[in-house]
């Protein structure tokens, strides 16, 4: 009891309460998306290939929806406003979804109908998402000290407050999504779809109440309307800063408040910054969206070289389960491994190796670094970037493995698919890739939230999440590109052979880990001249 208070010393009530929350909205998410394919196969009776790639674009979207949101929830309403209508889109679509199940409709509607408001509903709760998930967490953010979020009066205690924040957020994300995958994907597998989708529904409806009830124990910081003046400068702003990207200095108008000032008077890059003076003149005539591109546009080398650690991430719900089903997966005589279990271990190492991570990893290495702080925060993000190319590495190894034996077992003239090696070889690249998340996913937060103005949290945060989305749809590029070119001689020698025995997943394992051993250097060399404030 008295570790867990130590962990999370200095984070308050509020906080700690909209953590819950937060983890209740991923029970919820995840409860839906983790079995979605099943249920569009089984009971909407898609094809295979017709139900991943929907679920594919809707995940993809939903990652997406925050870029557009953000901007408008900071312009023009304050954070818990966007809360508080965020959720309720979410919790309209997720009851909507529970209906179409249930039977709860009204009016009898047929196959067409039934199919529009699947889209619906499913469409409904990324337009939620959107706005309710990047939002939470910045008002999240509010509740810590004001002397935390400013850099010019911060120290290495309400440092660490923020770096705790954004870890014991991530925290209770996990931990709410360990409970939807596992949890819901019985309930819907054994007691029907009707209740495996009403119990999300109902899940987030009650945290909705929570968070209402909590109210007077938070803090509101109100955002500024921005005026929509004359957007005749946006291009030149925007050639401005591009040009001046590796060598300027990024600021804030002059009738900003003297908080934001100061976040934006901290160099972004180490260049001398007279070339960027004119921007002063012109920021008075600027739109918000003048003032979004010059506060995106530097964060976009950063943001890019994060894609292929998403790239990454969309590996274990696919080709790491097809590795999966042609693997021993018995446990005694009668049970069998799902494949898609081994998910739940890259959650799993999350929660059990976080809280390691304040009370063995920072001591070490304030011990070794000679620094209070440990690491920073793009140092945590490249280990995490590195981590994840070592994970390939294994992947591509085990996987490389697993064709050997299947060769054999052809050659022996045993036709089965299934080779005799068990599905546990595949936990060494599942956990490393959980080990690599508590360290670049937790930093990525924290990094795209403090490298913007205070008035722009929320955009930050919807930063972080359009890399996953991004990472999404260009996964499935990667994989359409590979395919082309590995079966013009002919579809059976394509690396993503349906025969997992003529399969090269090795192959496309090795490209992916030389792809992000790509992207990890050129983030270490794009840090040797950015300097960032946290």
Known sequence: MAGGHRLTAGLNKPIVLLIVIAGVERFAFKGVASNLVTYLTDVVKMTNSSAAKMVNSWCGFTSMVPLVVAPLADSYWDRYTTVQSAALLYALGLVMLASTALGWLLIPIGKVSSSALLHWSLYLISLGQGGYNPSLQAFGADQLDDGDELPSNKTDHSSDKKRLFFQWWYYGICC??????????????????????????????????????????????????????????????????????????????????????????????????????????????????????????????????LLMFAVIFQQP?????????????????????????????????????????????????????????????????????????????????????????????????????????????????????????????????????????????????????SVFGVGSFLSALLISLVERFTSSGGRENSWFNDDMRNSRLDNYYWLLAILDSVSFVGFVIFFRFHKSRI
């Open 176 to 305: 709410g999504s360990l409970l939807g995958v596992s949890l819901m994907s019985y309930i819907q597998d054994t007691l029907g779809w009707g209740l495996g989708f009403a119990i999300p529904a109902i899940s987030f409806l009650a945290s909705i109440a929570i968070f209402l009830l909590g109210n007077r124990f938070y803090k509101h910081k109100k955002a500024k309307n921005v005026d929509n003046k004359s957007t005749e400068n946006m291009i030149q702003t925007v050639k401005t800063t591009l040009s001046r990207m590796f060598c300027g200095k990024i600021d804030l108008d002059r009738n900003s408040d003297v908080a934001e000032l100061e976040l934006q008077e901290k160099p972004l890059f180490d260049a001398d910054p007279e070339g960027m003076e004119g921007l002063y003149e012109k920021s008075e005539n600027e739109n918000h969206l003048v003032q979004i591109a010059k506060m995106v546009l530097p964060l976009l080398p950063v943001w890019t070289m």
């Open 317 to 465: 719900p696919t080709f790491f389960t097809k590795q999966g089903m042609t693997m021993k997966r018995n446990i005694g005589s009668k049970f069998k491994i799902p494949p898609a279990a081994l998910q739940s271990a890259i959650t799993v190492s999350i929660i059990l190796l976080m809280p390691l991570y304040d009370i063995l990893f920072i001591p070490l290495t304030r011990i070794l670094t000679q620094n209070e702080k440990g690491i920073s925060v793009i140092q945590r993000m490249g280990i995490g970037m590195f981590l994840s190319v070592i994970a390939m590495v294994i992947a591509a190894l085990t996987e490389r493995k697993r064709l050997e034996l299947s060769r054999q077992m052809v050659a022996s003239d045993l036709l089965s698919e299934t080779v005799p090696l068990s599905i546990f070889w595949l936990l060494p690249q599942y956990i490393l890739l959980g080990i690599s998340d508590i360290f670049t996913v937790v930093g990525m937060q924290e990094f795209f939230y403090s490298e913007v103005p205070l008035r722009f949290r929320t955009m930050g945060i919807a930063l972080y999440t």
